[in-house]
């Protein structure tokens, strides 16, 4: 990559696209978090849920993250 591309990115902060550097351990655990969320979409109750109340969504995310592990 290049030198003068890198100090572009630099300067325009947040919305220069993506980051100069590759940082291995946020990747690392990014990922995590994305294939947990997709294993518990693959339970459809988790994926098509139309609950009203923010308690009510957390416990069905609750019971199929336990489920996912039994």
Same mark, same amino acid.
């Given at each position: 990559?290049?030198a /003068?591309? $890198?100090? +572009?990115?630099?300067r325009?902060g947040?919305? !220069? !696209?993506?980051p100069?550097? =590759?940082d291995k $351990?946020l &990747? @690392?655990r990014? +990922?995590? %978090?994305?294939?947990? =969320? +997709?294993? *518990? @979409?693959?339970g459809?109750? %988790?994926?098509t849920? &139309? /609950? @009203? #109340?923010? #308690?009510? &969504?957390r416990? #069905?995310? #609750?019971?199929?993250? *336990? *489920? $996912?592990? *039994?």
């Open positions: 990559e290049r /003068d591309q $890198q100090a +572009n990115r630099r325009r947040s919305r !220069g !696209g993506r100069p550097a =590759f $351990q &990747y @690392k990014r +990922n995590v %978090v994305e294939r947990c =969320f +997709n294993r *518990l @979409k693959q459809r109750s %988790v994926a849920r &139309y /609950d @009203k #109340t923010a #308690t009510s &969504y416990a #069905t995310v #609750t019971i199929a993250a *336990l *489920l $996912q592990w *039994l």
